[in-house]
């Protein structure tokens, strides 16, 4: 049975970092969410609002070609970009132990199976394209606090 979601227009990247910000402040350590949708439809954007929510003052950015970059805060947010990387041995190659005491963003999670069998507890969001300045993000009923009407 699939989880219950949300479905949220965003009209602006400043709407889009604002729902990540009220996503984040909603999670913490430990805590993975998965971001899925085509290039340009605020991935990036989206965990610049996690990282406020986690009060990170470093300015953040696809991690494309670094795969991971880790971001100090309260807590840690620590963020993964597989868009290079889709293959399930590299993933074994990250210290998962070390992340454990951090808020978790990947963008352009492995294919569904491995994506359940690495983080099954993860929360999955699906961002894609309305039109030019509009996204559509849909995300699990669960995160609680989250207006559906905006």
């Given at each position: 049975?699939?989880?219950?979601?949300?479905?949220?227009?965003?009209?602006?990247?400043?709407?889009?970092?604002?729902?990540?910000r009220?996503?984040?402040?909603?999670?913490?350590?430990?805590?993975?969410?998965?971001?899925?949708?085509?290039?340009?439809?605020?991935?990036?954007?989206?965990?610049?609002?996690?990282?406020?929510?986690c009060?990170?003052?470093?300015?953040?950015?696809?991690?494309?070609?670094?795969?991971?970059?880790?971001?100090?805060?309260?807590?840690?947010?620590?963020?993964?970009?597989?868009?290079?990387?889709?293959?399930?041995?590299?993933?074994?190659?990250?210290d998962?132990?070390?992340?454990?005491?951090?808020?978790?963003?990947?963008?352009?999670?492995?294919?569904?199976?491995?994506?359940?069998?690495?983080?099954?507890?993860?929360?999955?969001?699906?961002?894609?394209?309305?039109?030019?300045?509009?996204?559509?993000?849909?995300?699990?009923?669960?995160?609680?606090?989250?207006?559906?009407?905006?």
């Amino acid at each position: 049975m699939a989880a219950e979601t949300v479905e949220i227009l965003s009209r602006s990247p400043e709407e889009t970092v604002d729902l990540g910000r009220r996503v984040g402040a909603q999670l913490g350590a430990g805590q993975v969410v998965l971001l899925r949708g085509d290039l340009g439809t605020g991935k990036t954007t989206f965990v610049k609002g996690l990282a406020e929510a986690c009060a990170v003052t470093a300015t953040v950015r696809s991690p494309t070609f670094a795969l991971l970059c880790r971001y100090r805060g309260r807590p840690d947010l620590v963020h993964i970009d597989l868009y290079r990387e889709q293959r399930a041995p590299r993933l074994g190659d990250l210290d998962w132990e070390s992340m454990g005491d951090a808020l978790v963003a990947v963008e352009w999670p492995p294919d569904q199976a491995i994506a359940d069998r690495v983080w099954p507890d993860a929360y999955r969001l699906e961002l894609e394209h309305v039109d030019q300045r509009t996204r559509r993000i849909r995300l699990p009923a669960a995160l609680r606090g989250v207006d559906a009407s905006r």
